[in-house]
Structure formats: structure tokens, C-alpha cells
């Protein structure tokens, strides 16, 4: 059974870093590509990035230049490296296995929160 599982979030100030982490279980882990995904109060879920099983990676609009998705197969974990954050990233992120840009699967984490604010 595929579990993930999210950690990282919290509260940080406009211009501030987060690190998230997610964690598969599950040997599947390696041969599949992972997303993130985010939700803020009222509004759908959007893709943020996505990273291949050999490790290209697609962003959002809104996060490129500023967002760095990566993954240690050997560790079964991704990481969404976020840099320059704004109050509008703010919003409960997810991480998903498997899917194309854009297009994710049924299996997902628990989501972490993530909040921007002075």
C-alpha cells in the first residue's frame, strides 16, 4: 500500500524559505514521477511542480525561479526547496505519486501547511 507523507511546513515571514519533504513508502517510489500540489481557502487545487523518475521537473508559472523540486531515490523522498515566498503561496501543499503535469493520481498525502505572513 503507497503511503506519503508531508513535513516542512509552517509559518514564515514574505521573502522567507521552507523546505518540504515527502516520503513514500514503497519500493514503486523510484519508478515514478511525483507532484506537488496546493490548495489555498477557496480555491481548487492547483499543480505547482513535477518532477520525472530520471528527474526533469516542470513549474508552475507563479513558482519558477523561486521554487526547486528534487528527489533522492535511495531515500524514497522528494523535496520542494521554496525560496522568495509571497503571502499568495500560501496554501496547504500535497505531494502526489505517479501522474503527468497537471494530472494526478489518487494517491496522495496528508498535506502541510504552509502560511505566509508578516
Known amino acids: 500500500q503507497v503511503q506519503l507523507v508531508e513535513s516542512g511546513g509552517g509559518l514564515v515571514q514574505p521573502g522567507g524559505s521552507l523546505r518540504l519533504s515527502c516520503v513514500a513508502s514503497?519500493?514503486?517510489?523510484?519508478?515514478?514521477?511525483m507532484g506537488w500540489y496546493r490548495q489555498a481557502p477557496g480555491k481548487e487545487r492547483e499543480a505547482v511542480a513535477h518532477?520525472?523518475?530520471?528527474?526533469?521537473?516542470n513549474y508552475a508559472d507563479s513558482v519558477k525561479g523561486r521554487f526547486t523540486f528534487s528527489r533522492d531515490n535511495a531515500k524514497n523522498t522528494v523535496y520542494l526547496q521554496m525560496n522568495s515566498l509571497k503571502p499568495e503561496d500560501t496554501a496547504v501543499y500535497y505531494c502526489?505519486?505517479?501522474?503527468?503535469?497537471?494530472?494526478?493520481?489518487?494517491?496522495w498525502g496528508q498535506g502541510t501547511q504552509v502560511t505566509v505572513s508578516s
Open positions: 502526489n505519486l505517479g501522474g503527468a503535469w497537471g494530472q494526478p493520481t489518487a494517491y
Open positions: 514503497g519500493s514503486i517510489f523510484s519508478i515514478n514521477a
Open positions: 518532477i520525472s523518475r530520471t528527474g526533469n521537473t
